[in-house]
């Protein structure tokens, strides 16, 4: 089990390294954007679309380590103060929630992205860059946060038995 919860984290860790790299993208599209508007007078039609897509892609991927870090907000004035057996039981009881969501991404993002795959669909903006790589990062990205959920959900599992058996 142990192995099984390890790749999970490595995947995690490594798609969210990658999406990284994203921000990078991101900050090239602003200032190449910046740089010819500014100095040579000549805006493009593609670089606030392009910046919008690159970080709506960092933000689904990045999402599976962030929870692996356990950077996702919480209310720390409660959440802060319970026992470790107490957050695993919350967040045992709340993972409910957290599946629902995942799959609700999973499936109408998927559904989304086949559509967008499927009828070539474009952007309705002058640029008009295809859609279907776009859409296809949220069920990506939910997937990811989902495997990393079910290995969270495992941990506080084990949390409980080991302390109550101990």
Not at 6 to 16: A, E, L, P, V
Not at 77 to 103: E, H, N
Not at 122 to 136: E, F, H, N
């Amino acid at each position: 089990m142990n192995k099984v919860l390890n790749i999970i984290d490595k995947t995690s860790k490594w798609t969210g390294y990658g999406a990284s790299f994203l921000v990078l993208g991101m900050l090239a599209v602003l200032m190449t954007e910046v740089i010819l508007r500014y100095i040579f007078q000549a805006p493009t039609l593609w670089a606030h679309e392009m910046s919008g897509f690159l970080f709506g892609a960092y933000f689904t991927i990045a999402g599976a380590y962030v929870l692996l870090i356990d950077g996702h907000v919480s209310i720390d004035l409660i959440y802060g103060r319970l026992s470790k057996k107490q957050k695993a039981i919350l967040d045992i009881c709340t993972f409910i929630f957290f599946v629902l969501m995942c799959i609700t991404l999973i499936w109408y993002g998927g559904s989304s992205a086949v559509n967008a795959w499927d009828t070539g669909e474009k952007s309705q903006s002058v640029w008009g860059p295809p859609l279907a790589p776009v859409r296809t990062m949220l069920p990506i990205g939910a997937s990811l946060l989902l495997l990393q959920g079910l290995a969270k959900l495992i941990r506080n599992i084990y949390t409980l038995v080991v302390r109550e058996s101990s």
